[in-house]
C-alpha cells in the first residue's frame, strides 16, 4: 500500500483566514514533503521532514508554517495568504530521506485564496 | 543549477503507437531517474524509477537510462488514449529533493 491522504480536498479562504492542511500516511516512511503546483507548471519543493525534522526551507514564506507532529502526520499551517498563494498544494512522502528514494504523492489540496 | 529538461509538446500520436517520451539533466553526478504521469487536477502518479544505464520495462512502459549522455526517455508501447496525460521526469536532488522537469503532454488519439 503506498497512500499519502490529504485533507481537505479543496479549501477556499480569505486573505485575512488561517487554515490548515493535513497530510497522513502509514507506510512507515521517515521523510515527508510539501510541494505547490500552479496549473502547466511541475511541483515546486516548499518542505522537506526527515525524522520529524525540518531538513530543507525552500525559502518559502512565512505565512505558510509547516509541522511534523509524528512520524505519520504533517501539517501545513496557512495565514495571511495571498491570491497568489492559489495552487495546489502536494504532500509526498518516501521511506527515507534521500534523492535516491521514490517519492509517492497524496491526491493534493486545491486552494483558493480571494 | 540543476535543471531538467523536456520537450512541453503536446506530442500526439494515433491509438496503438509507440510514445516516445524524452528528458535530459544538468547534473552528471545525478543518480536516481523517475517518471511520473499527471492526469488533469491530479497529482503526480509514480511511473517507474530507474537508476542505472540501459533499459527498464513495466508492462508498456520502458524507461532508458544513459548517464553518459545525460538523457532519460520513457517508451509507451500500444498507446490507449487513457495514457493521454502530462508525464513528468524527475531527478533525485542531493538534498532529498526532487528536481522536476516542467512535463510533456501526451495526447493519444483513438
Known amino acids: 500500500d503506498t497512500e499519502v491522504t490529504q485533507t481537505p480536498k479543496h479549501l477556499v479562504m480569505g486573505m485575512t483566514n488561517k487554515k490548515s492542511l493535513k497530510c497522513e500516511q502509514h507506510?512507515?516512511?521517515?521523510?515527508m514533503y510539501w510541494y505547490k503546483q500552479k496549473a502547466k507548471k511541475p511541483p515546486e519543493l516548499m518542505f522537506v521532514?526527515?525524522?520529524?525534522?525540518?531538513?530543507i526551507n525552500e525559502s518559502v514564506p512565512s505565512r505558510f508554517s509547516p509541522e511534523c507532529p509524528n512520524s505519520s502526520l504533517l501539517n501545513l499551517h496557512l495565514h495571511a495568504l495571498q491570491p497568489e498563494d492559489s495552487a495546489l498544494y502536494l504532500c509526498?512522502?518516501?521511506?527515507?530521506?534521500?534523492?535516491?528514494?521514490?517519492?509517492?504523492f497524496g491526491p493534493g489540496t486545491r486552494l483558493l485564496v480571494l | 543549477q540543476k535543471e531538467v529538461e523536456q520537450n512541453s509538446g503536446p506530442l500526439s500520436v494515433p491509438e496503438g503507437a509507440i510514445a516516445s517520451l524524452n528528458c535530459t539533466y544538468s547534473?552528471?553526478?545525478?543518480?536516481?531517474f523517475f517518471w511520473y504521469r499527471q492526469y488533469s487536477g491530479k497529482s503526480p502518479e509514480l511511473i517507474m524509477s530507474?537508476?542505472?544505464?540501459g533499459d527498464k520495462e513495466d508492462g508498456r512502459f520502458t524507461a532508458q537510462l544513459n548517464k553518459a549522455s545525460q538523457y532519460v526517455s520513457l517508451l509507451i508501447r500500444d498507446s490507449q488514449p487513457s495514457d493521454s496525460a502530462t508525464y513528468l521526469c524527475?531527478?533525485?536532488?542531493?538534498?532529498?529533493?526532487?528536481?522536476f522537469g516542467k512535463g510533456t503532454k501526451l495526447s493519444v488519439k483513438p
Open positions: 530507474i537508476y542505472s544505464n
Open positions: 521532514y526527515s525524522y520529524e525534522k525540518l531538513s
Open positions: 524527475a531527478v533525485g536532488g542531493s538534498q532529498g529533493n526532487l528536481i
Open positions: 547534473d552528471r553526478g545525478s543518480q536516481s
Open positions: 507506510m512507515g516512511h521517515r521523510a
Open positions: 509526498a512522502s518516501s521511506k527515507i530521506p534521500g534523492g535516491a528514494e521514490t517519492q509517492y
